[in-house]
């Protein structure tokens, strides 16, 4: 708790931070407020080509929205908000070198990544309550009977989305710990999530032998892949291959063992190197 | 005498540069130590091997006589080499983020932000602070519940001649009260004016360590010339008691390695047959001994 506290007396008062939490939540906004819009338009456009029409979807009824709302919160380019926080509080610590004022003044070194580990665990947390609680809400207002008692049948998608968040908020406490540097780590991570792995996927697909195996296991994508699809029932007949419908303890194991061999690189390095 | 510190051949090294070469010293209670010697002689990785931030190649050190932790941190109060705060926080929050770091609480900030005369300026954020206000911060944060010793690299410099005083003052206070004091400076008269201890640092090793007066203590210089120089130095140099000579526009600047009177060098050149047209005693600045007590040690 005393590491928790002195990180919130780092954290609360720094604008930058309330900065980016607010544009992660407005992009979440948006991105939930739209989802039905885009949804929809791709629908009516498949449906130009079919004798029957699809109906539109709804995305916001229990229990297919816990699915559909982690999915729209943890695709690529809103994961990388609260990522950029995390790299933002750890790379602010050696670029003001406080990290040497806090080393000097008696934190012992294991405590210090000790209480960065903390900020990331609480960071996923608080994100999955507050998606939880939108969930719950938007949920309630649009669902009918029936559907509220299959309320909790997807609630393996919020635990999904609080091990993507967690996950991937410690590649970007490890990056930050190893490059140091706001601007470059922020750059590395911001252009491997959004750029390099892709692009390995697209160079690995070209022999089809190798399809969705590497790059499931590829880590970013290992953190998509919790909850890879969104639910949505016209989507499902169109395809016919099976969606997802639940959030698999395999799916987790991977993200979670690269955010734990990163986490050791970080004590070891950490511990040796000069500050 | 207890001992605070102790330092045991530690050794540090940087691709070719040996930063620090197998430096032992000892600091006992209520010395106050000064670490002299030029940049880059290794005084900061001293310091910050000392501190748990640089890691050492060889060596160990002990604080108050146990293995060095956390805790024995928590009982030294440091200024290290620049001031690092939040710059978005006022003077008090990063105070209250040492102390908590400390695991004291709150009630020394406000004597140690009036010592450091930053009282009223304590809400205002720390990156609107000049240098000279962001240094004092560094002291008030060392300063806070009265540390068991108080290490400071190179306080004053940078600091305009108003603030190198009122640190020096503040040193010169808390020393004082008995508190141990480590401070690394390449000021020569910094250190003779606060410490009473020193060990004189050049390239990784401890050149000479002891009292300041007995390290530091000042011989005298005599500037000669003749008609003829080269005679003159060489008789010059014949003189027993001769230590060294610095030729400069034509005068001869010379050392004596005790206490040599202008008189009776004319009486010894007379006796070679050597008529000096210009003889007089000059003291030496500090700086001057400085360089050769440095100079010494190349040779
Ligand atoms: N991080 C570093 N990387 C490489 N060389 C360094 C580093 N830190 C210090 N040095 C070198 O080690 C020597 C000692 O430096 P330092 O301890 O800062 O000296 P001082 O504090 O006495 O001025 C210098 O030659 C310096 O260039
Ligand atoms: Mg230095």
Known sequence: MKLLSIELKKILPYKTFWIIIGLYFLFLALGIIMAEYIVNAMVDDVNKRLPIPLPHAVLFYFPDIWQNLTFFASIRFVLIFPAIIVIILITNEFTNKTVRQNIVNGMSRSEFIYSKLQVVFMLALIITVILMLVMLTLGLIHSDSQSLSLMLNGFSFVIGFFIQMLTYLCFAFFVAFMLRNTGLAIALFTLYTIIIEPVIYFLLRAPFIWENTVYTYLPVNSVIRIVEYPSIPALKKLMNFQLQDQVTLLACAVPMIYAAVMIGIVYLTFNKRDL | ?299
């Not at chain 2, 102790?6 to 540090?12: A, D, G, H, R």
């Not at chain 2, 000042?218 to 014949?238: F, G, Q, R, Y």
């Not at chain 2, 006796?271 to 003889?279: F, G, V």
Request: proline share 3%; hydrophobic share 40%; charged share 25%.
């Open chain 2, 1 to 299: 005498m207890e001992t605070i510190l102790s330092i045991n051949q530690l050794s540090k090294r940087y691709g070719r540069i040996q930063a620090v070469n197998k430096l032992s010293l000892e600091v006992v209670k209520g010395q106050v130590f000064g670490i002299l010697g030029p940049n880059g002689s290794g005084k900061s990785t001293t310091l910050g091997m000392i501190l748990d931030l640089i890691r050492p190649d060889s060596g160990s050190f002990t604080w108050f006589g146990e293995h060095p932790s956390k805790e024995s941190r928590k009982r030294i109060g440091a200024v290290i080499e620049t001031p690092n705060f939040f710059p978005y926080l006022s003077a008090r929050k990063n105070l209250e983020i040492v102390a908590k770091v400390k695991d004291y609480d709150n009630s020394d900030i406000e004597r140690v932000l009036r010592t450091t005369g930053l009282y009223d300026r304590k809400n205002d954020k720390f990156k609107t602070y000049s240098f000279g206000m962001k240094q004092r911060l560094a002291v008030a944060s060392a300063l806070l519940n009265n540390p068991d010793i108080l290490i400071l690299d190179e306080p004053t410099n940078g600091l305009d001649p108003q603030g190198i005083a009122h640190i020096r003052e503040l040193i010169l206070q808390v020393a004082s009260e008995g508190i141990t004091i480590i401070l690394a400076s390449h000021l020569l008269d910094e250190v003779q004016k606060i410490c009473n201890y020193v060990a004189v640092l050049n390239k990784g090793n401890i050149l000479f360590s002891g009292e300041v007066h007995d390290v530091l203590a000042i011989s005298d210089c005599i500037e000669l010339a003749s008609a003829d120089n080269a005679a003159l130095k060489a008789a010059i140099e014949a003189h027993p008691a001769f230590h060294s000579i610095i030729e400069s526009d034509g005068i001869l600047l010379v050392v004596f390695s005790e206490d040599v009177r202008p008189g009776a060098i004319s009486e010894y050149l007379h006796q070679k047959n050597i008529s000096l047209s210009h003889l007089t005693e000059r003291k030496r600045t500090l700086e001057q001994h400085f360089l050769e007590l440095l100079k010494d040690n190349e040779s």
